[in-house]
């Protein structure tokens, strides 16, 4: 996770999740009837870590994990201003809410 945060981000440490979209969205969404939007990578050592220190379930933990990822790759950012992280951690609760849901 290290070597990918550092090759795609130019981040030379471990991240518990990196999202590689395959569509530039800022053109809006591909036309085609079914997309494939990208890949989500999650980080399975941080992200045990990262439960224990919350102090919830691993699965807890990685459904918290794929919904940032899958965020990221409809278009979500947190880094490039704290509205966009507001809104991304607002849409981020709302998505685990409905999955928590019968």
């Known amino acids: 996770m290290r070597q990918l945060n550092r090759t795609y981000r130019g981040r030379d440490h471990a991240t518990d999740v990196l999202s590689f979209p395959l569509h530039d969205l800022s053109r809006g969404f591909p036309v085609e009837s079914e997309i494939l939007l ?22 807890e933990e990685l459904r918290r994990l794929l919904v940032h990822g899958l965020l990221h790759l409809l278009g979500y950012e947190h880094e490039a201003s704290p509205e966009q992280a507001r809104r991304m951690r607002r849409k981020e609760r709302d998505l685990l809410r409905k999955l928590r849901q019968p």
């Open 38 to 59: 990208g890949d989500v990578v999650i980080n399975p050592v941080r992200a045990e870590e990262q439960a224990r220190e919350q102090g919830v379930a691993l699965e």
